[in-house]
């Protein structure tokens, strides 16, 4: 590999999900069909000999777009996954988008306890948005999926210490310290497969992807990685600025995440 940031970044995602395997009693993985969490399964993939050694759960609201559900089938059939879909509501909520949210949320607490997982390996990265730069490569939940970010354990990779109530479960982030460019970077060396709308079409693409009801297009001409890359080095546009959910004030991410959102 001839970036060595990015060979770095490779060597410690795998390092921390081995861990994770190891350590954590029953783990899973979540994939919301998109670059990141996609990447994510691919370094499940090189980490343990080209087969995802733990199911992938998408939480499914029923509304994504048909290009997604399209993917996930066929993505899920050749990389043989073990997939579980859990079917979220949509009814009001917190963050004021009834589609996602803590309705999300609610759906994962159900297909935990039904599965009993206790770790849950999560493709968020730091610099997608404030909250998220405050986690860390392992984070404990509680039972009810409460996240203190005021007070965390110690930045390490390789600490798995159970939940003070011994009922929670513990989230791991291998891609916490990939910034978009390198996931996209990493997708085009290992050709992952992706998502079309994240190609231009008719002027617009999707720079992240949520549901229909809440994600929007950018406007953009690239077609193919490579054009990708080179928007991504020229713009200030922040990378999650189609996701509506990502517009609402600081504290209301914040209050969401500590309550468990993904």
């Known amino acids: 590999m001839a970036n060595e940031e990015l060979k770095a970044?490779?060597?410690?995602s795998v390092y921390i999900m081995r861990e994770a395997k190891m350590n954590a009693r029953k783990v899973a993985a979540l994939w919301s069909m998109g670059k990141d969490s996609t990447a994510m399964l691919a370094l499940a993939r090189k980490a343990f000999m080209k087969k995802v050694?733990?199911?992938?759960?998408?939480i499914d609201n029923g509304i994504d777009f048909p290009e997604t559900y399209a993917f996930?089938?066929?993505?899920?059939e050749s990389w043989e996954l073990d997939l579980i879909v859990a079917k979220s509501k949509i009814k009001p909520e917190i963050s004021g988008y009834s589609c996602c949210g803590s309705?999300?949320?609610?759906?994962?607490?159900?297909?935990?306890k039904e599965y009993g997982f206790d770790a849950l390996i999560v493709s968020i990265r730091r610099d997608e948005h404030g909250i998220r730069a405050k986690e860390r490569y392992t984070s404990p939940r509680d039972k009810d999926f409460n996240w203190n970010y005021k007070n965390q354990q110690a930045e390490m990779?390789?600490?798995?210490?159970?939940n003070p109530d011994g009922e929670g479960h513990i989230r791991v982030h291998p891609l916490l310290d990939w910034r978009e460019t390198d996931?996209?970077?990493?997708?085009k060396e290992e050709r992952i497969p992706i998502n079309p709308l994240y190609l231009s079409r008719n002027g617009n693409r999707y720079r992240s992807l949520g549901c229909v009801h809440c994600t929007s297009p950018v406007r953009s001409s690239a077609g193919?990685?490579?054009?990708?890359?080179?928007?991504?080095?020229?713009?200030?546009?922040e990378e999650r600025a189609g996701r509506d959910q990502d517009k609402e004030k600081e504290y209301v991410m914040e209050k969401l995440r500590a309550l468990g959102y993904m």
């Open 103 to 112: 309705n999300k949320t609610e759906a994962l607490k159900e297909v935990m």
């Open 72 to 76: 996930r089938e066929e993505l899920a």
């Open 53 to 58: 050694p733990f199911p992938v759960i998408h």
């Open 157 to 162: 990779w390789d600490n798995y210490s159970s």
């Open 183 to 187: 996931i996209w970077r990493y997708t």
């Open 224 to 237: 193919n990685i490579d054009e990708i890359i080179k928007e991504l080095e020229d713009t200030t546009e």
């Open 9 to 12: 970044l490779v060597e410690g």
